[in-house]
C-alpha cells in the first residue's frame, strides 16, 4: 500500500457530553442500573477514481475530514449524554437511576466509480482497514460510557446541596477521560498505519 492510500483518523476527538437533567427528587424506592444506552450511525463521502492510484490521490483531496491542520480518510464521532433521578432523604442523595446515551457516527469513504474487479479487490481491503481501526474507537468510546454509567449509579450519601456539581465533575473527567484514550489509540497505532501495534488494552 502506498503512503497515499494508509488510513487514518484522528476520530473521537470531537467529543461531546450533554444533556445533564436532574429528574425529580424523590423518596421512590431504587430501579436496577440500566445499561447504557447505544445508537449508531454511518455516513459517507464519494471518492472517484477507477485505479488504486487515482483512488489514493483523490482520498486526500476529496475528503472532508480534516482535523489540525490534516487531511483524513474516515472517522469516528462519538457523543455522550446523560440523565438522572435521585432519592433524597432528609440532606442525604443517593443515586435513585442513572441511564447513559452513547451515540456514535462513522465516516467512511465511499467509491463514486465502478472500476475493473482487480481494482475491488483493492479497494475492499483498504475499506477492511480503515473500518478495523474506526471500530475500535467506537469501542473505546463504549467502555468510557459503560464507567460513567456505572460510576453514576454507585453514587450514595451525597449531600443533596452538591448533586449538580458532583455529577458535573464525574461527566467532565469522564471527557478528558475518552480524549485521552482517543489520542493514545491513535498515536500507538499511527492514526490505523500500524494498526497491529494495538492489542486491545
Avoid at 483493492?122 to 464507567?147: F, K, M
Wanted: proline share 3%; with cysteine; hydrophobic share 35%.
Amino acid at each position: 500500500m502506498t503512503p497515499t492510500t494508509t488510513r487514518r483518523t484522528l476520530g473521537t476527538c470531537a467529543l461531546v457530553l450533554a444533556a445533564l437533567t436532574l429528574a425529580n427528587l424523590t423518596l421512590c424506592a431504587a430501579h436496577a442500573r440500566a445499561e447504557v444506552v447505544v445508537t449508531t450511525a454511518t455516513e459517507f463521502y464519494p471518492v472517484d477514481g477507477l485505479t488504486p492510484m487515482e483512488i489514493a490521490e483523490n482520498l486526500m483531496l476529496q475528503s472532508p475530514i480534516e482535523q489540525d491542520g490534516r487531511t483524513f480518510q474516515a472517522h469516528t464521532h462519538s457523543t455522550i449524554r446523560y440523565e438522572f433521578s435521585w432519592t433524597r432523604r432528609n440532606d442525604s442523595c443517593t443515586m435513585n437511576q442513572a441511564t447513559v446515551f452513547l451515540h456514535i457516527v462513522y465516516k467512511y469513504p465511499r467509491l463514486a466509480d465502478s472500476p475493473d474487479a482487480e481494482t475491488l479487490r483493492w479497494w475492499q481491503d483498504h475499506l477492511d482497514r480503515l473500518t478495523e481501526h474506526e471500530l475500535v474507537h467506537g469501542e473505546i468510546a463504549l467502555r468510557t460510557a459503560r464507567e460513567l454509567d456505572e460510576t453514576l449509579n454507585s453514587l450514595t450519601d451525597l449531600h443533596c446541596s452538591t448533586v449538580r456539581d458532583v455529577v458535573k465533575a464525574l461527566g467532565d473527567a469522564a471527557l478528558k477521560t475518552l480524549e485521552a484514550r482517543q489520542r493514545a489509540y491513535d498515536a500507538l497505532t499511527d492514526h490505523g498505519r500500524n494498526q497491529q501495534a494495538y492489542t486491545g488494552q
